[in-house]
């Protein structure tokens, strides 16, 4: 005894706690140690208030600084149980604080829950209930649910108010209560006292928000609620379960638009609450967006809100917007000043939702201006919002392959002007639309081309590794077309310049191939520059030979289709040119390679890259080895020979070899659609032989394009598979053909399937895509039959464009590709236990009033008797106990069931009148999960239990379903450039076998 | 479940109060807190009430050194919340007669008290001031003074 006073005597409160805290001198952290040390030696004490005031400081702690309280649960259901309310509720306090489902003393506490729920002051009741509230298991839910069922009608409110609300955790733990007290829930709404009506409907706006089908036969209740609401939080409330029902029920908008106007003008003005407008509003633009004169007054309501200098009204008003855009775009549109003007908002999330709606309302007649003044604002904002701007733009501009811009060169330049913005960091995605817009759309190369010059000449932007993308895809195009190009050698000396050192090895290795290309244009044209001249011709003293060549090349420039500017074209016929065209010609003498340039590019060339030779990474290296080996033909004799000379020593074999590297490279690339392979046919007549042989590239072909969809060489077509070429092809190609064929094996899933074409033989490989040889600029005929198409339809849809929007090659299947993986909601098990118990209630009481009420007293009586029962045999398990109600449950239940079926079909006709107008309307979403239900049980006879099953099965359908749209096909990642690697070691081992 | 927790926070990102209506382990509090209070205390006047993290939508509002936080579900009313936090104030104004943050330190069980009329289980159930004080005063007259004394005289009120 004396032990106990000095320890409580000496006992420091939690006021003294805190006081400590504040004045500690030995560091937070030890100070908390200590007293924690306290609280478990104090815990343990005898002394019942010395025990409540360590456990109240050890909640705060926990609450506070995160202390772990898990090892004091038996404490505190000790100090739960203790008679003097003041220790109980400190009890309590630290049961809903630190409970869980997996607390194991959670089982002891049924009994004292029951007690104290039954007790007779209401503030013991409360705290039970508030407890109940927060740690409810479905164990203890299912045995408190009598109880709690009683309390609702408890004379006092605030007893009723807390078991309403309680009501909400226990529905969600144990579904089967709903069926018990659901009705008194419903009742709850026409309760005498606001505060219990208030919590009605809150539980009521939780339970419909989760799933709103079921509770539609209340609307007439809500209506009637919302009519004469109490006060706004009710309200409020209200409004909100409207949103969610109103979209599954069009005459329930009609019905509720009416008082939901009369609330808004109400509330508007200076002193109406906000908070009830802004939920009206948002009802209104969510499930009212076809009922005109709400949506008229909603969106004046709106602009007034908006135009008040509130920061919180203006967020709020711009996603009220944003709702409303999909249905009524003109709302947004008559709104646009402010909205532009909350770009510059100092709230970044304001800025955020300014933007979305802005990008909402762009169209193809206004993009250009909205674009041009989102650039604005990205060069003047912070970084993070820039990058939020950039992205924005990159991604509604390139939105359907490019759909709403009838300008490229225009947007071509903004994609170089987005480049240099400070803190752009999206230069991977820029670089992939400077390389997709040169693919697609021809007519603007020359102005791709000249932005990729304009980056790439930049010393500034080499440092900046956000921009190594763009600097990548840069290279990439001079180096592509660097037939329009007026000044190789300058793009040569920017591809060189001695800040490339800062790149990384992957970009060099493009740095590096881009020089070979421009130097193999550079070169392949002096040459046939000059052996166009007689000179030339009669030094060599073999015209025959370089007639063919120009042949050849002669052959080829037709099928690049639009190649006015190509210098081959004019530089083989220069007579031709000049007739046909004069701007060619002029462009011709621009691009033309003066003598001296190609020494220059020799030595920058020899300076720069043979450092390079004995880089450490692999792609530089040999890159670099390729291009210096180029670079070696030239130069092995003394005293850095001209050309002239060169041709005349080495004479046909380098020029050859030029020709043959040119023609690689002046194919043109355009996009191929993933199928384009499966649907070319075969022309009658054609044998190829040695198709094994062949199989390697059009496999790797295949796959590269089912992979990128990017682009497309055509040059096997061209030139591999002339009968000439192919002979000497073969025995080289055996080998590999055999090591691809069991590549496939291996990989079977990443070829394209081989009964694509059944009827043409048993050759396990697709047919290659030989019909389009000389037919047409585009690899595959359906996609130059769709950018037809695309070309008129938007020609049709948009007349008011000034001058024609350039070709754009879109292919038909891209937009299945780009189809977002379809996602099953999912809904949760528990809610639809929920559902489907709520709907059996509502449909029973829709049948017979009286019949429910059966069921409920009969669950109190058989409740009741089971009390007496579970008393007097103390010596089972609990466990067991707990399982044995919910039999008795179910039996009793399916009596009342098989009752209320029988009388259904008597009461059927007496309908209440007054509610007929709405279930009418409801019968029919009613009548659907009714039906469902009694297929599964008849009527709400079984539990839910069993539906619940039916359910899960099905939801596990419905995602093994899912799963299987999941699947990608994935196939392997190839380079465009490993192809040039190939060709051009094909092209150097025919020259070598010849 | 609209509201998930209600935080006091001072101005120097001390947690004053919390309560949540959500079981989360220690970790996951701390780390949830943490990063709300950075958020929210980083913002300026000019800027709006309201910050998403995670699932959660934060309103926050800022009396003198205090800043009252409450995390609720993507589809509640903000304003509603925002004049449910004053409604708070106003309470805790009410019974300790313009409330400091050392009212609410020392005070810590019957701030929280009150917290629990007004909210429970993540729903607003009380907004009349009147009925949320009226079982604190009726606990402060009828049970031992020892809620009310400061420290000498707290412990001897057990005899």
């Not at chain 1, 259904?904 to 006709?909: E, G, H, K, S, Y």
């Amino acid at each position: 005894m004396a032990a106990t006073m000095i320890e409580s005597l000496f006992q420091r409160s939690l006021e003294d706690l805190t006081r400590g805290l504040r004045t500690q001198m030995i560091g937070e952290a030890k100070y908390l140690s200590k007293a924690l040390d306290e609280v478990k030696k104090e815990i343990k004490s005898t002394d019942p208030n010395t025990k409540a005031v360590a456990l109240q400081k050890l909640t705060y702690l926990n609450m506070l600084q995160g202390a772990d309280m898990n090892w004091a649960a038996f404490h505190v259901v000790e100090v739960m149980s203790m008679p003097k309310f003041s220790l109980k509720k400190l009890g309590y306090l630290a049961a809903s604080q630190s409970f869980h489902e997996n607390t194991d003393v959670l089982l002891l506490i049924t009994n004292l829950l029951r007690k104290d729920l039954g007790g007779k002051n209401e503030y013991e009741t409360g705290l039970a209930i508030e407890c109940l509230s927060r740690i409810a298991t479905p164990d203890l839910a299912r045995e408190l649910t009598p109880d709690l069922f009683t309390l609702l009608v408890s004379s006092r409110p605030f007893v009723r108010k807390k078991a309403t609300v309680a009501l909400l955790r226990v529905f969600s733990q144990y579904p089967d209560a709903i069926r018990v007290a659901f009705k008194r829930l419903v009742e709850k709404m026409v309760d005498s006292d606001s505060a219990v009506v208030s919590a009605a409907v809150s539980v009521l706006c939780e339970l419909t928000l989760k799933d709103p089908k079921p509770y539609l036969p209340l609307a007439p209740e809500f209506h009637k609620l919302l009519v004469d609401a109490p006060n706004n939080w009710i309200a409020i409330k209200l409004v909100k379960i409207f949103g969610a029902l109103a979209p599954l029920e069009p005459r329930l908008g009609r019905k509720i638009a009416e008082p939901l106007c009369e609330l808004m003008r109400k509330t508007g003005g200076k002193t109406g609450a906000k908070s009830l407008l802004l939920e009206c509003i948002q009802t209104v633009t969510l499930g009212l967006s076809d009922h005109p004169v709400a949506v008229k007054l909603c969106v004046e309501k709106l602009t007034e809100l908006m135009r008040e200098e509130d920061r919180n009204l203006k967020y709020l008003g711009l996603r009220a917007l944003a709702n409303l855009m999909p249905a009524h775009p003109w709302a947004v549109a008559e709104s646009k000043d402010m909205i532009t003007k909350c770009l510059s908002h100092e709230d970044p999330s304001i800025q955020k939702g300014a933007l979305r709606l802005i990008m909402g309302m762009v169209s193809d007649d206004n993009l250009t201006e909205t674009v041009q003044v989102l650039l604005q604002y990205a060069h003047s904002t912070d970084s993070s919002f820039c990058n939020e701007l950039v992205s924005v733009i990159l991604s509604t501009c390139s939105k359907d392959q490019y759909d709403l811009i009838s300008d490229f060169p225009w947007y071509v330049s903004v994609l170089a002007e987005i480049a240099r913005l400070p803190h752009c960091e999206h230069g991977e995605e820029i670089g992939r639309q400077l390389i997709d817009i040169g693919f697609r759309v021809k007519s603007v190369t020359s102005d791709v081309l000249r932005a990729g010059r304009e980056l790439l000449l930049d010393p500034a932007l080499l440092d900046r590794p956000s921009l190594y993308g763009v600097l990548s895809a840069a290279a990439w195009i001079v180096g592509e077309y660097v037939a329009s190009s007026r000044n190789p050698l300058e793009l040569i000396e920017g591809l060189l310049q001695p800040r490339t050192k800062l790149l990384p090895a992957r970009v060099r290795a493009i740095y590096v191939q881009a020089v070979f290309k421009i130097f193999v244009f550079s070169a392949s044209k002096m040459y046939r520059h000059d052996s166009l001249s007689d000179k030339l011709l009669q030094r060599e003293g073999q015209p025959g030979e370089t007639a063919d060549s120009h042949s050849s090349g002669q052959d080829e420039a037709p099928q690049r289709g639009d190649d006015d500017f190509s210098p081959h074209g004019t530089l083989a016929s220069p007579e031709e040119a000049g007739q046909t065209n004069q701007s060619c010609l002029n462009r011709t003498q621009q691009g033309e390679v003066v003598p001296g340039s190609l020494e220059t590019m020799l030595r920058l060339i020899v300076e720069n890259v043979s450092p390079l030779v004995r880089s450490t990474d692999v792609e530089v290296q040999e890159r670099a080895c390729s291009l210096i080996g180029l670079v070696q033909f030239f130069r092995d004799v003394p005293g850095f020979p001209t050309v002239e000379e060169k041709g005349a020593l080495q004479g046909i074999d380098l020029k050859e070899m030029l020709d043959a590297l040119q023609a690689v490279f002046e194919v043109e690339i355009g996009p191929v659609s993933v199928h384009a392979q499966g649907r070319v046919v075969i022309p009658e007549g054609l044998t190829v032989e040695n198709l094994d042989a062949l199989g390697y590239l059009h496999m790797e072909e295949v796959s590269e394009g089912a992979d990128e969809r990017e682009g497309h060489r055509q040059w096997e077509a061209g030139t591999l598979f002339t009968p000439q070429r192919k002979a000497a092809e073969v025995g080289q190609a055996d080998e590999s053909a055999a090591l691809l064929a069991q590549h496939r094996q291996r990989h079977e899933s990443f070829y394209l399937p081989s009964d694509a074409k059944p009827s043409q033989n048993s050759e396990d490989y697709p047919p290659p895509r030989i019909a389009n040889l000389d037919s047409t600029a585009f690899p595959s005929v359906s996609s130059s039959v769709s950018s037809h198409v695309a070309e008129e339809s938007s020609g049709s849809r948009k007349p008011r464009r000034s001058k024609p929007r350039p070709v754009v090659v879109k292919l038909d299947d891209e937009q299945e590709e780009t189809d977002p993986s379809l996602k099953l909601p999912s809904r949760d098990l528990k809610d639809e236990f929920i559902s489907s118990a709520i709907r059996d209630v509502l449909a029973g009481e829709s049948r017979s009033s009286n019949k429910y009420h059966a069921s409920s007293q009969d669950f109190e009586r058989k409740e009741s008797s089971r009390h007496r029962h579970h008393r007097t045999k103390p010596g089972r398990s609990s466990r067991h106990a707990d399982r044995e109600p919910s039999r008795d449950l179910t039996k009793q239940e399916a009596q009342s069931g098989n009752e209320g079926t029988s009388t259904d079909i008597v009461t059927r006709p007496e309908q209440s009148k007054a509610s007929s107008k709405y279930r009418g309307s409801n019968q029919v979403e009613k009548a659907q999960p009714v039906a469902e239900d009694e297929v599964d049980h008849p009527l709400a006879a079984k539990p839910s239990k069993s539906s619940g099953k039916q359910k899960h099965r099905r939801s596990g359908r419905h995602r093994a379903s899912g799963s299987s749209l999941d699947i990608s096909s994935t196939a392997p990642d190839f380079l465009l450039l490993r192809r040039y690697e190939f060709i051009v070691l094909a092209e150097l081992n025919n020259i070598a076998t010849s | 479940m609209t509201i998930r927790f209600i935080l006091l926070v001072n101005r120097q990102g001390q947690t004053r109060l919390a309560q949540y209506y959500e079981y989360l382990s220690i970790d996951e509090r701390r780390a949830l807190e943490g990063e709300i209070v950075r958020k929210c205390l980083a913002r300026t006047e000019q800027q709006c009430s309201f910050v998403e993290h995670r699932n959660y939508k934060v309103i926050y509002r800022r009396y003198a050194s205090l800043f009252f936080l409450v995390g609720v579900d993507g589809d509640e009313n903000e304003l509603a919340i925002l004049e449910f936090i004053h409604c708070i104030v106003e309470t805790l104004d009410r019974y300790f007669g313009n409330v400091c943050e050392l009212d609410i330190m020392f005070h810590l069980e019957k701030a929280h008290f009150m917290l629990e009329e007004m909210v429970m289980n993540g729903c607003i159930v009380e907004i009349n001031k009147q009925n949320i004080l009226t079982p604190i005063q009726l606990m402060d007259k009828t049970s031992n003074p020892q809620f009310k004394l400061p420290l000498s005289s707290s412990t001897f009120s057990v005899f």
